[in-house]
């Protein structure tokens, strides 16, 4: 994992009490925020702007209660979050020394060095939401990229990760086994990229479950594929390459893979380096006892697989094996180019 500005987290508010202290639009907004995270906000202001007072009549989710006084440090306390909107460095220092002394987690607007954490950009397919931040250095960048998020994004998303949400705990009593479970979500994630703007229905999920049912055993079984990261540049990994990391349980690679083709990995899969003039029996072992053990294993090497004694090693053994070539730099060189500088699809 290379270097984070910032931890992503995501809030857990529904039914928890929110302070924000400040009567302008910017508080507002993150009263607004709040609401619709289902948090029960109480905000105190003495002169509340009529955007906080609209938001107090017809408030997104959560309810809004506007105090029309000051903070004090006692209306802070058992808060899971707290917000203020400060004029002065004064204020600022002020605020966030109750909250940090409530133990309470902290934000003041527009004034990084006071606060705990940040908000960023937001794309709200909900439950699914996708949070950008650039670390206060360039809001607008953040902005720019939430724009472009909005427009590829399906809002059809939004009933597919509902569906997700309802259909999890079926999937767990559904009797699958865990690499039963994972192939679920696979199939799922497949046929709602397929048809992100249908509402998906409990007939897809009975089918699901019944297909996935099916191929339970092969579910359990190990697989190997073969992945060749071509030139190096992440952005020419082919799409089943990708497919491949985000799918695997342990990848395999040598030292000729760059750091950011490894972060197509999912999180959880374990990455072992095996370089790229080692033992080739020892390696060929690996590879074939950590498939027969049930993982779905991925060597992943520079340039192109080729069908070696790995990929022999497996057949003797009866290991499923695949190959997947990357692109090759003359390949790349004779692509057709996209105006914005990308290989053409």
Not at 234 to 259: G, H, W
Not at 282 to 293: D, F, P, Q, R, T
Not at 334 to 340: C, I, W
Request: one cysteine or more; hydrophobic letters at 45%.
């Amino acid at each position: 994992m290379a270097k984070l500005a910032r931890l992503p987290l995501f809030f857990a508010l529904e039914g928890r009490r929110a302070v924000v202290a400040g009567d302008t639009p910017a508080a507002a907004w993150k009263v607004e925020l709040l609401s619709a995270a289902g948090a029960e906000v109480e905000v105190y202001a003495s002169e509340p702007c009529e955007e906080l007072l609209a938001l107090a009549a017809d408030p997104p989710r959560g309810s809004i209660f506007i105090h029309g006084r000051a903070w004090h440090a006692e209306d802070i306390r058992d808060a899971a979050i707290a917000i203020g909107a400060c004029d002065s460095e004064e204020d600022a220092l002020h605020f966030s020394a109750a909250a940090r002394a409530a133990c309470v987690p902290v934000n003041v607007i527009d004034k990084p060095k006071y606060c705990d954490f940040a908000f960023g950009a937001i794309v709200n397919r909900s439950p699914l939401v996708i949070g950008i931040s650039t670390d206060g250095a360039a809001p607008v960048f953040a902005q720019a990229i939430r724009a472009k998020l909005e427009m590829m994004i399906p809002r059809g998303f939004t009933e597919w990760a509902d569906a997700a949400r309802r259909w999890r705990r079926q999937v767990q009593i559904s009797g699958l086994s865990f690499n039963g479970r994972r192939r679920f979500w696979q199939v799922f994630t497949a046929l709602a990229m397929k048809h992100p703007n249908r509402a998906p229905e409990q007939s897809d999920y009975d089918r699901l479950v019944a297909e996935t049912a099916a191929e339970a055993a092969a579910a359990e079984q190990g697989s190997v594929t073969l992945v060749g990261a071509g030139p190096g540049d992440p952005e020419l990994l082919t799409l089943r390459a990708i497919r491949a990391l985000q799918s695997a349980d342990v990848i395999l690679y040598d030292d000729l893979v760059s750091p950011e083709i490894l972060e197509f990995a999912r999180r959880e899969a374990k990455k072992m380096l095996v370089g790229n003039t080692g033992n080739r029996d020892e390696i060929n072992s690996l590879i074939v006892g950590l498939a027969k053990a049930g993982r779905r294993v991925v060597r992943l090497r520079g340039g192109n697989p080729a069908v070696d004694e790995e990929t022999a090693a497996c057949r003797k053994a009866g290991v499923a094996v695949e190959a997947v070539p990357g692109i090759t730099t003359a390949q790349r060189a004779v692509a057709p180019v996209s105006h914005d500088g990308r290989l053409a699809s």
